[in-house]
């Protein structure tokens, strides 16, 4: 699976990625109002956990990796669902508004959908994620997160099921 914007190619990581990867999620949520700068380590966790089901990055024509998304599955009342959580995503500021985040998820969710995975669901800026068809759906909850932050996008064209959602251990 590989796509390609105007200005990226995305591709899913490789082995040789990871340290690049750490750099570019790291950097990319420093200065972030509402992270507690362990996105990095969720990825790490996630991949050590076997837990990482997608991952891809956005590479530049030199190779310079500049962006990542993550996918990861999710519970809904406990119950494995056929659902995904998209993030960590992080894209290199100096990158930013250049395509990159929106050629990962969309690559990334084309992916699910091609998989077979019912939904996926994100905790994010509705004015962006918006863009994918993520909407807020008060059938599902997530602790702690305000509700209008807390998205989801049907990937099978079904309702998704009722719940509370919950995260691979790896984001506690």
Do not use: N
């Not at 494995?80 to 960590?88: I, T």
């Not at 990158?95 to 990962?104: F, I």
């Amino acid at each position: 699976m590989s796509a390609q914007s105007a200005l990226f190619f995305i591709r899913p990581e490789r082995p040789s990625d990871l340290a690049d990867i750490d750099s570019v999620v790291r950097a990319a949520f420093v200065f972030h109002p509402h992270s507690k700068q362990t996105e990095h380590l969720i990825v790490k966790r996630l991949r050590a956990g076997g837990r990482l089901a997608l991952s891809l990055v956005a590479e530049t024509p030199d190779g310079a990796i500049v962006g990542h998304a993550a996918f990861s599955p999710v519970a809904i009342d406990g119950q494995d669902v056929k659902w995904m959580g998209l993030g960590p995503m992080a894209v290199l500021q100096s990158c930013q508004g250049m395509g990159a985040g929106s050629a990962l998820a969309t690559a990334g969710l084309a992916a699910l959908e091609e998989l077979g995975v019912a939904g996926c669901v994100v905790l994010g800026e509705p004015g962006y994620y918006r863009r994918f068809g993520f909407e807020a759906d008060s059938r599902l909850r997530y602790l702690g997160a305000p509700p209008e932050y807390f998205l989801r996008v049907a990937l099978d064209g079904k309702a998704p099921p009722s719940g509370e959602v919950s995260y691979d251990a790896a984001f506690d």
